[in-house]
């Protein structure tokens, strides 16, 4: 029960003057997302200290657990600089991810996310900071299309996928941008908060997450900027990072009707069916082997086939690597061992029928993927 006189007897905060001598919270949040960034962090917080003088600024750097002690290291400056902090997450993988945590976790009127590898120009901040601000634009995005900027020294394959990518969230999302695929921008935190619910938080494309959820409400502001070439560490954006691009399109495509890990896991299942067919054909109609035979070589190689792509790609936060990756098969294939008889059984009972053998087979498949997905979701890849 609460007691009112009680209550109101007990101080809300520190008397003024017992507070440290901070008249006002932070006004501007850098949120930095690092993996492997160690030799990046104290030059980089000086550039901040030089480029933002008279803006009462702090940054939040989200770590996931880095080897190379870059989360040491902040903490170390941290030590000298109280407005240098670490968020920290473990056993977590994501750009995205990283960056609404961080925001989260901070309080100022206005938020900006950056790279942490010196890539982003951290001059353009308080004209960013001023476009945003001022009310002319609700997030001011650092571009390296527009005006002065450019993609520095990039490689002509990558400069191409780039612009592929940028045509292809056009189209997906309506958001008209000349940098959408753009890591580097400024947004006030009410309008962060407006979509934070509706955020993917897959892969690490934050910004097109961000404008593809706003539907067309924010306005958006540019600044020009010179992308310059990374000096230490490496690109931690391979291949694979393609793969979750497409799924966050899809997911904000279709993500209402289905998750897109589902997608991810239907479309390589797919493939798996493609590796099916051919190892099937192979087996019975090549070197007319027993169907049954076929069929049961044919889903263990898809089941293997499956299993590798499924931890590289639509599990690739949660990937079982090592020892981890063995286990994980070996769960994987007792799982779908009962999916597989089913197959199996299923196809060949079909098939002794009379039923076409394909018709056959594909009846096997289905039933096994279904089965295959609800249970591997659960123990294979558990959260
Ligand atoms: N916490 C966390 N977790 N940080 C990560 C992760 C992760 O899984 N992966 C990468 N980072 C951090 C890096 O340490 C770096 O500070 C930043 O995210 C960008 O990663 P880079 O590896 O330097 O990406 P990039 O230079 O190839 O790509 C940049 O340009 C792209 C445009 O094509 C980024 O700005 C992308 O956001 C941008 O889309
Ligand atoms: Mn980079």
Redesign the pocket.
Known sequence: MLNEDVMSDVPIAAPAALRPDVTHGYELTLV??????EP?IRPLVAKLDAALKGVRWEVIF???DSSDGTADTIRAVAQDDPRVRVLQ?IG????SS?CIEGVLASSSEFVAVM???L??DEAILPAMLEQVRSGAADISVGTRYAGGGSVGEWDES?AKM?RL?TWLSHKVTGVELSDP????FLLRRDAFNAVVRDLSGLG????LDILASNKGTMRVGEQPYQFRF?VA?????DTQALWDFFLLLVDKRFGKYVPARFVSFAMIGGAGVVVHFAVVTALFQGMGRNFALSQAIATTVAMVFNYTLNNVLTYRDRRRKGWGWLVGLFTFVAICSIGGAANVGVANYLFVQETNWVLSALAGILLGAVWNYAVSSVYTWRK
């Open positions: 930095i997302p690092t993996f492997k960034e990046n989200v770590d996931d997450r977590r993988r994501g750009l990283a790279d942490a590898d890539q982003h990558r780039s990518a695929m753009s890591g580097f690490f494309k934050i910004l990374r560490g490496e690109s931690k954006l």
